[in-house]
Structures are given as structure tokens and as C-alpha cells.
């Protein structure tokens, strides 16, 4: 892509039935064009065939990916977009070209949101080897957006190594980042009750480093001493940061690179992306048959009409049935 | 069920002035009407608010400031749009700006101004209609 067709407003449009606007999009994305990034993670997120098409291009011209992807959860007040801002910085001062997608919760009444994350990366707003994506949840409870898988897919095809994904600061059952990132680090902080929290969660067996936030202020190290057995229990690292003033942050990230080395050696690395590609692709014959079943009640066949709520189990029996003998 | 999607919106402050609640209070009324907003937070120049609406892909553009340098960092603003290639997306502004500036900030390009006491609604009104032309116009 030249960069005059780059630039022209018109060019980047989607208003041609052929195909080329998306081809068009899929180049510039490998060109690294920020404006073709942009457009491309924003058809992801609207969905239907032209995203479909798009990620199809994509996996074709580029398969297989060693990029890591990092997942950063936590609850809210964690401190976790500070500390990614923090990450970012330290990848790039190793070489790294960074893709950064910041998750926040849309709101179930208007469906809008605020999406604030930038407010913590903006130091690194021009640097052409950083690109940053904001997300809103769009109604889905994982902590994450439908389209965050296919978002950092679309980093990746533009060279990002590692794309970091920051959750919706998480509540007591929201994994999904486990299953979509190779490796994932669950940030606490003093303060925060988070000792217990963790422990209710269950991302104390799920995410794979524990990191103490916050390493500054006074409370930080009774956390420390709290989580060690926990974390020698589970063989898992425990590192204390602080994303304020940047202690500890150096260490991290060589903690993330040797886990992520040994996980890649051990072949782990693959039987988890596996686990994960089958998990998305379980997770889209769901909502597929999510919306055939609507479909079917919505179109009310006899079977189904006074049935009283009681026999919800037969009806739910009866709708499958039905689903399996329309395949 | 997932509300139908209204757009993208950047809200960002240029210049040196603290004073965001006005930025905060706009955002949130956006988002409560159902767009997405991205702040960027105070003191942000030209450049990194145009790399922030590439990057997020937005829709619209809303500035505010309040320090006086609206002659000086709006038509900046502008030409940084234009610059990454976002010269069509609609921009509009807010903040302490007198009347007298306003016809000249317009007919550079700057789509609405909203001084201090416009109501909410007028300006999510704005913010819609601007979209709405943006995404016909784009094919969206």
C-alpha cells in the first residue's frame, strides 16, 4: 500500500462488494498501517462475513505466530493499566514492537462506555511501534470482548511480539484471558483484600505468575508474605512491582520470557493454544446454535406451544432434537 | 440482548490547562447515550490525539480547552487529523471560547462549538448527527 492511497480518506472505505476493500485492509495490516490496523480490529469487533473474510486473509498470508500474548488481570484498582503502560515501556526498550488491547465494561443499559486506559499509555501515543487498542465488553462477562481474540490476532499480523491484553478488572469468574493468552499474570495490591479475593477466584490456579503491585506502599509486603505459600504450593512465580516508579518491572518481564521460553521448549505452549483454538471454536458453534435455537422458539412449533413451565427439561430436550435433525 | 452499535468517539484535551471536568461530564453523557468514548486524559498535543483516533479508529473527534490557545492548538488538531489521514472525521470543540472566535474556528473546519452552558443533550445531539453523516459517508 503506497502512502498516498494510505492517506486518502476514501481508500480505507468500505464500499465495494468485490472483496478488494478487505484485501486492501488485510495488506495494510501487514504493512503495519496504523489506519489499517484501526479499521481492521473495528470490523473484527462489528462481526459478519467481512470480518470473517478479513481473518481468513489473515491466517493464510501468516499461520502460525510465535508472538506471545500476555494476559494482565486483577481487580479493579489493581493497578493493572499502569503497570501494562510500565510493561510496554520495558519491551520497547528491548526492541520489541508492542500491541496493547485494553478491556472496559460496557454499560448494559445505554451499551456505551468510557474507556479510559490511554490516560496511562499516552506517553507512548506516537510511537509507531506501539499500537494501542481500547475495547468495550459489548455485553459479553468473561472480562473480555468477543472480538479480543481476533483483535490480538490482527496485532500480531502486523508484527506486534508480545501483545499484551489488559481484562475488565475482574470480579470471581471471569477467565476467559486464561484460555486466550499463553500466559497470563494476576495483578494484586495491598488494600485491596485481594489475598481473599484470589483465593475465592480461582485465578489463583488458572493464571500463571502472581505479581504483587504497588511494592511501594506499606501493605505490600504482608501481601507478599501471605501469598509465598500460595504461590510455592502452586509452583508458581511471585514477583513484587511497583508500576508507580517502575521497580521490579525489569524482572518481570524476564520472568514472562523465561516462562514463556520453557512453555514453547516443553511443547505446552502448543497443546494450550490448541486447547484454546478448540475452546474458541466451541465457543462459536454455542452462539451459532444459540441463534438457530432462538430461531426455532421464536417460530413456536406446536410441541412447544402451552407447555407448561414445568417441562422446561422436555422442551429443552425437544428444541435440541429439532436443532440436530435440521443439521 | 447487545444494544445496536453507535460509533466511537475520541475525546481529548489539547494544550496546558488542568480543567477536565467538562471533558469527563461530556464523555460520560456520550457514553450514557450509547457511544463509545476513549479520554486521553489532560495535556495531550496535536499528534498524540491524532495517533489516538487512528489507532482507535473513531468516528468523531471532540477537543476541549480552556486555557485560551483554541486560535492556536483546534486548526492544529485539524492538520494532525489530516496528516494520519483523517482529514473527513468530524471535530467538534468545547470550552472557554468567545463568541467572536467561534465563526472563524467553523470555517476551518471545526464543526460545532459548545461554550459553557450548552446543554448536554445539544451536544450528544451534535455528536450524533455528526456520526451518523460520517459513517453514511464512509460507507460504514
Redesign the interface.
Known sequence: MSASS?????S????DADGSFIRRIAEGVAARS??A???A??IVE?GGPQADQLLTILDEAAPASDALTLGITGTGGAGKSTLAGRLVSCFRSAGHRVGLIAVDP??PI???????D??RM?RH??DPDV????M?S??RLGGLSAATASAARIMKAAGCHPVLIETVGVGQAEFDIVRLADLTMLVMAPGLGDDIQAMKAGLLELTDMLVVNKGDLAGADILMREMEPIAHDRGKPLLKVSAKDGSGVDDLVREVFSLFRGMAESGRLEARRQRSSDAEALDWALEMAREELSQLLENQPDELKNCSPKKRAEAALFLLKTLKATM | MQPVRKGRILIGKPGLDGHDRGAKVVARALSDAGFEVIYTGIRRTPEEIAAAAVQEDVDAVGISLLSGAHNVLFPAVLKALAAVGLGSVPVLGGGVIPDEDIPGLKALGIREIFTPGTPLSAVTEAFERAVTEYRQSEGR
Not at chain 1, 480505507?12 to 464500499?15: I, M, P, R, V, Y
Open positions: 494510505e492517506n486518502s480518506p476514501r480505507l472505505s468500505g464500499d496504523p489506519r490496523i484501526g479499521r480490529i473495528t462489528e460496557s454499560s445505554s451499551g456505551g462506555a468510557v474507556l479510559g490511554r490516560i499516552m501515543a506516537c499500537v494501542i487498542r481500547s468495550a459489548r455485553g
